[in-house]
């Protein structure tokens, strides 16, 4: 049976870096399935080097953390983004992602929400001999979710959401009776948020902390269940802090810590020469194939070769910053990092937004801090409509 594997997706989640220690490679990055569900949709988010657990809640909260809309301030919202994906390498990749949300009830205490995404890897044509036309193929993924959040206090809210997950890389070849459908999956994610206001000196403040794990599901296999792999179940903390610059003037820090809660598939070189080695290998790599998901959530902690210090290299930062002037303009900066032997990811974010009543358009930059990085000068965009804003527009033409 014949398949197209798309490495592309590899390209797009980490640039190669290796090292050398003892004469053994270091890098071992977590492997998963459907990784485009780990790129950021929006500017806003991705200006801040990724980060968005713990920031106020917009319309793409779906994405960071689903538990916010119910703090959300306005009655609903429609967020359109459009992300060029790996731009220096092709130019018809992308990510295109469509998310809103509605609060329900008397008491401004829940909401409901959903969102689509759709990454397109563009055109590929395949051959299976030398100077021979293949197919032409255009391998997509996609994932529909929907979403509920309320408040348990006036601090504290929770949201949960659930996602059908659609990944079509593969191609059937005619010829050799092989007929590939892709691959489907169905996740969860549970999430919470907490928001306060304490007051320093004379200036209110607000410290909010959130959570997310996201992904939580089946297995995805292109062919017929043989290698199934793990969803990128992920786990996401974080906090932020805003306090005043002057009247109008707000900035706000953030810090979010990200873990696959994915188990790390056996290497042959992290085991002894030899048939017993092999035998031993051999086995793991069957049990880490036959694990279910759940397990492996657990797994992941405690499963690395390298021990603690390679548990605590799978941990990845994100550190921002955003700058409002009366809630109306917006400048932002952040900085991701992901260890040289995980992935290697490591870029700084800038963007800017402008609000209007109805209206917020914000922008983003990538700067990779390897030239040779395929996500470097990474372009984001984002178009929000506030339907109270859009409500009251109405209401004035009246």
Same mark, same amino acid.
């Given at each position: 049976?014949?398949?197209?594997?798309?490495?592309?997706?590899?390209?797009?989640?980490?640039?190669?870096?290796?090292?050398?220690?003892?004469?053994?490679?270091?890098?071992?990055?977590?492997?998963?399935?459907?990784?485009?569900?780990?790129?950021?949709?929006?500017? +806003?988010?991705? @200006?801040? %080097?990724?980060?968005?657990?713990? !920031?106020? &809640? /917009?319309?793409?909260? *779906?994405?960071? #953390? $689903?538990?916010?809309?119910?703090?959300?301030?306005?009655?609903?919202?429609?967020?359109?983004?459009?992300?060029?994906?790996?731009?220096?390498?092709?130019?018809?990749?992308?990510?295109?992602?469509?998310?809103?949300?509605?609060?329900?009830?008397?008491?401004?205490?829940?909401?409901?929400?959903?969102?689509? +995404?759709?990454? @397109?890897? %563009?055109?590929?044509?395949?051959? !299976?001999? &030398? /100077?021979?036309?293949? *197919?032409?193929? #255009? $391998?997509?993924?996609?994932?529909?979710?929907?979403?509920?959040?309320?408040?348990?206090?006036?601090?504290?809210?929770?949201?949960?959401?659930?996602?059908?997950?659609?990944?079509?890389?593969?191609?059937?070849?005619?010829?050799?009776?092989?007929?590939?459908?892709?691959?489907?999956?169905?996740?969860?994610?549970?999430?919470?948020?907490?928001?306060?206001?304490?007051?320093?000196?004379?200036?209110?403040?607000?410290?909010?902390?959130?959570?997310?794990?996201?992904?939580?599901?089946?297995?995805?296999?292109?062919?017929?269940?043989?290698?199934?792999?793990?969803?990128?179940?992920?786990?996401?903390i974080g906090t932020t802090f805003t306090f005043p610059?002057?009247?109008?003037?707000?900035?706000?820090?953030?810090?979010?810590?990200?873990?696959?809660?994915?188990?790390?598939?056996?290497?042959?070189?992290?085991?002894?020469?030899?048939?017993?080695?092999?035998?031993?290998?051999?086995?793991?790599?069957?049990?880490?194939?036959?694990?279910?998901?759940?397990?492996?959530?657990?797994?992941?902690?405690?499963?690395?070769?390298?021990?603690?210090?390679?548990?605590?290299?799978?941990?990845?930062?994100?550190?921002?910053?955003?700058?409002?002037?009366?809630?109306?303009?917006?400048?932002?900066?952040?900085?991701?990092?992901?260890?040289?032997?995980?992935?290697?990811?490591?870029?700084?974010?800038?963007?800017?937004?402008?609000?209007?009543?109805?209206?917020?358009?914000?922008?983003?930059?990538?700067?990779?801090?390897?030239?040779?990085?395929?996500?470097?000068?990474?372009?984001?965009?984002?178009?929000?409509?506030?339907?109270?804003?859009?409500?009251?527009?109405?209401?004035?033409?009246?």
């Amino acid at each position: 049976m014949k398949r197209l594997y798309i490495l592309l997706l590899a390209a797009a989640t980490a640039s190669i870096a290796f090292a050398a220690n003892d004469g053994k490679n270091e890098f071992n990055p977590v492997e998963t399935g459907v990784t485009s569900l780990s790129i950021a949709p929006d500017a +806003r988010g991705a @200006s801040m %080097g990724d980060l968005g657990a713990a !920031t106020d &809640p /917009d319309a793409n909260s *779906q994405f960071w #953390n $689903p538990s916010k809309y119910a703090f959300a301030y306005s009655q609903a919202a429609v967020s359109l983004n459009y992300t060029p994906w790996l731009r220096k390498l092709v130019n018809d990749i992308f990510l295109a992602d469509l998310s809103g949300y509605y609060k329900i009830g008397s008491g401004d205490n829940q909401a409901i929400s959903a969102s689509l +995404r759709y990454f @397109s890897l %563009g055109e590929v044509t395949t051959s !299976t001999e &030398p /100077d021979v036309v293949g *197919q032409t193929l #255009n $391998p997509y993924e996609l994932s529909f979710d929907v979403g509920y959040s309320r408040k348990l206090s006036e601090k504290f809210s929770m949201g949960v959401v659930f996602r059908y997950i659609y990944s079509a890389l593969g191609f059937s070849d005619s010829y050799a009776g092989d007929q590939n459908t892709g691959a489907s999956a169905f996740a969860a994610d549970i999430s919470g948020y907490y928001t306060t206001y304490p007051v320093i000196g004379r200036n209110e403040c607000q410290w909010s902390w959130g959570w997310n794990i996201s992904n939580i599901g089946t297995k995805v296999s292109y062919d017929g269940g043989e290698n199934p792999a793990f969803l990128p179940t992920n786990l996401k903390i974080g906090t932020t802090f805003t306090f005043p610059l002057a009247d109008y003037h707000n900035l706000t820090l953030g810090l979010d810590l990200n873990k696959l809660l994915v188990p790390t598939r056996p290497r042959r070189s992290d085991y002894p020469d030899g048939i017993e080695g092999e035998e031993e290998y051999i086995n793991k790599l069957e049990d880490w194939r036959n694990m279910s998901p759940i397990s492996g959530i657990f797994k992941s902690f405690s499963d690395a070769p390298g021990g603690a210090k390679e548990e605590l290299r799978e941990i990845t930062f994100s550190l921002g910053a955003e700058y409002s002037y009366n809630q109306q303009f917006f400048l932002r900066a952040g900085y991701y990092y992901e260890n040289e032997f995980k992935g290697n990811r490591q870029y700084f974010g800038l963007g800017a937004g402008f609000s209007l009543n109805v209206v917020k358009l914000d922008a983003s930059y990538m700067m990779a801090t390897a030239q040779t990085s395929p996500l470097d000068q990474t372009l984001r965009f984002t178009l929000t409509f506030d339907m109270d804003g859009l409500r009251d527009l109405l209401g004035r033409r009246r």
